[in-house]
């Protein structure tokens, strides 16, 4: 689909409110180098989250024709130090949702994982900005086809923040243009669909918080550093590679192979960054402890429990719904020492932004 499809009409403002949450996720198969705006140069796939979720409220009030102007709030507290990233983001979607000139609007929005937990909460935030904003759409413009309303959110939130755009819909999704799926794009994200083995479906996430500070290097710096990295091109086939080859996994339920795929992605994200000119390193000394603790674990007792790392040192353990309580046990006795005052946060894969 072309980028003008997503373009609305203009329209007379009227009074609204609106509440959506979505959530964070977490990629299998990663993102990492793009062009402007937000084009990525691999396509991805991800686990959408569940209790891991950005809640965002938007009051929209007429304001007269040939305005716009909006505050934020965040956990109840005015962020004006938000508004610039904000602005970036309105002037860039404008084109496509026209029908906001003439609108005050009122942001209030919070999260529902620790602040400065070390999660990226950019890709929620924008979601949920993103489904708002496609509330006010379809109430304006009625009869939106679903499949365009959750394809507009995505395009919207993929201009707020590349990730973004898989935070939509869930429990599975893919981003970028690729030879698997018919009408993907490196626009939008779509959800996997129908053949997705069920045991992905209840996945579950324990979230180590390793560090929970503020990272030497941001995403955006990483990805720009992908612009001159010697490893880019070979980078950005094996991620094609890799989501060709985890397709078929996912179909499958094929654990072992699902294992292989998801820790080479990690680790081969983490040597990108180890390999750039400035080169940096996000994983902490207690990163490689618990990824040495899991893989004994998964040695000694066939628990088929995996890692995958975001942009940061803390580590995202994977395993089927059936082994909650074994590694729920594995996780308080054995890997709690190595994070941040022994803080983790369990999470599962889940459906998507929702209205509150
Ligand atoms: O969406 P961004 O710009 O925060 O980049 C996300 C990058 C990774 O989290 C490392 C990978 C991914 O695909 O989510």
């Given at each position: 689909m072309?980028?003008?499809?997503?373009?609305?009409?203009k329209?007379?403002?009227?009074?609204?409110?609106?509440?959506?949450?979505?959530?964070?996720?977490?990629?299998?198969?990663?993102?990492?180098?793009?062009?402007?705006?937000?084009?990525?140069?691999?396509?991805?796939?991800?686990?959408?989250?569940?209790?891991?979720?950005?809640?965002?409220?938007?009051?929209?009030?007429?304001?007269?024709?040939?305005?716009?102007d909006?505050?934020?709030?965040?956990?109840?507290?005015?962020?004006?130090?938000?508004?610039?990233?904000?602005?970036?983001?309105?002037?860039?979607?404008?084109?496509?949702?026209?029908?906001?000139?003439?609108?005050?609007?009122?942001?209030?929005?919070?999260?529902?994982?620790?602040?400065?937990?070390?999660?990226?909460?950019?890709?929620?935030?924008?979601?949920?900005?993103?489904?708002?904003?496609?509330?006010?759409?379809?109430?304006?413009?009625?009869?939106?086809?679903?499949?365009?309303?959750?394809?507009?959110?995505?395009?919207?939130?993929?201009?707020?923040?590349?990730?973004?755009?898989?935070?939509?819909?869930?429990?599975?999704?893919?981003w970028?243009?690729?030879?698997?799926?018919?009408?993907?794009?490196?626009?939008?994200?779509?959800?996997?669909?129908?053949?997705?083995?069920?045991?992905?479906?209840?996945?579950q996430?324990?979230?180590?918080?390793?560090?929970?500070?503020?990272?030497?290097?941001?995403?955006?710096?990483?990805?720009?550093?992908?612009?001159?990295?010697?490893?880019?091109?070979?980078?950005f086939?094996?991620a094609?590679?890799?989501?060709?080859?985890?397709?078929?996994?996912?179909?499958?339920?094929?654990?072992?192979?699902?294992?292989?795929?998801?820790?080479?992605?990690?680790?081969?994200?983490?040597?990108?960054?180890?390999t750039?000119?400035?080169?940096?390193?996000?994983?902490?000394?207690?990163?490689?402890?618990?990824?040495?603790?899991?893989?004994?674990?998964?040695?000694?007792?066939?628990?088929?429990?995996?890692?995958?790392?975001?942009a940061?040192?803390?580590?995202?353990?994977?395993?089927?719904?059936?082994?909650?309580?074994?590694?729920?046990?594995?996780?308080?006795?054995?890997?709690a020492?190595?994070?941040?005052?022994?803080?983790?946060?369990?999470?599962?894969?889940?459906?998507?932004?929702?209205?509150?």
């Amino acid at each position: 689909m072309e980028e003008n499809h997503f373009i609305a009409k203009k329209a007379t403002p009227i009074p609204w409110t609106t509440f959506w949450e979505a959530p964070s996720n977490i990629a299998l198969i990663k993102y990492w180098g793009k062009t402007t705006p937000q084009i990525p140069k691999n396509s991805s796939l991800s686990f959408t989250l569940s209790s891991s979720v950005t809640q965002t409220q938007i009051t929209y009030q007429p304001a007269g024709s040939g305005t716009f102007d909006f505050s934020f709030y965040f956990e109840g507290v005015a962020k004006p130090d938000f508004k610039p990233k904000l602005q970036t983001f309105f002037k860039r979607i404008e084109p496509y949702v026209p029908w906001i000139e003439g609108y005050e609007l009122t942001i209030k929005s919070s999260n529902t994982f620790p602040h400065s937990s070390g999660i990226a909460s950019s890709a929620s935030a924008m979601a949920a900005l993103a489904m708002c904003l496609m509330d006010l759409e379809l109430k304006l413009f009625p009869g939106m086809e679903t499949e365009l309303f959750h394809q507009k959110a995505s395009f919207l939130a993929r201009l707020g923040s590349g990730s973004a755009a898989r935070s939509v819909q869930g429990p599975v999704t893919l981003w970028g243009a690729n030879k698997i799926q018919d009408h993907s794009s490196d626009l939008y994200a779509l959800p996997f669909g129908p053949d997705l083995h069920p045991v992905f479906s209840t996945y579950q996430d324990a979230i180590l918080l390793v560090d929970k500070g503020t990272k030497a290097v941001s995403s955006s710096q990483g990805h720009q550093l992908m612009h001159q990295h010697p490893f880019a091109p070979q980078r950005f086939l094996q991620a094609a590679e890799n989501l060709e080859a985890i397709v078929p996994v996912m179909k499958a339920g094929d654990l072992e192979a699902f294992i292989k795929i998801v820790e080479l992605e990690a680790l081969s994200l983490h040597a990108m960054m180890m390999t750039s000119n400035p080169y940096f390193i996000l994983m902490k000394p207690n990163t490689l402890a618990i990824i040495k603790r899991i893989w004994e674990f998964r040695a000694s007792t066939s628990i088929p429990v995996c890692f995958t790392l975001d942009a940061g040192a803390n580590v995202h353990l994977l395993y089927p719904q059936d082994y909650i309580n074994q590694v729920n046990t594995f996780i308080r006795e054995e890997l709690a020492v190595f994070c941040q005052k022994g803080q983790y946060l369990l999470d599962q894969v889940g459906e998507g932004a929702k209205k509150v």
